[in-house]
């Protein structure tokens, strides 16, 4: 059987925690900031967990991560 290709899109946005979750970045931080408030802005600035329903999605983009 061939490899199965990674698409590198996907690689460089999505990372892989310990107990097996995908980690991703939030939207809406790259721009536009001065109308959004402090609190807004430190919210989207963490990582959190990608929904389960995309899950399946990114295990077939990422399938040696």
């Known amino acids: 059987?061939?490899?199965?290709?990674?698409?590198?899109?996907a690689a460089k946005r999505f990372k892989k925690s310990g107990s097996g979750k995908f980690i991703r970045n939030k939207a809406?931080?790259?721009h536009i900031l001065e109308k959004?408030?402090?609190?807004r802005k430190r919210r989207l600035s963490g990582t959190t967990v990608v929904d389960k329903t995309n899950a399946k999605q990114l295990k077939r983009l990422l399938p040696y991560l």
């Open 1 to 9: 059987m061939p490899k199965i290709k990674t698409c590198k899109t």
């Open 28 to 30: 809406f931080k790259s």
């Open 36 to 39: 959004k408030n402090a609190k």
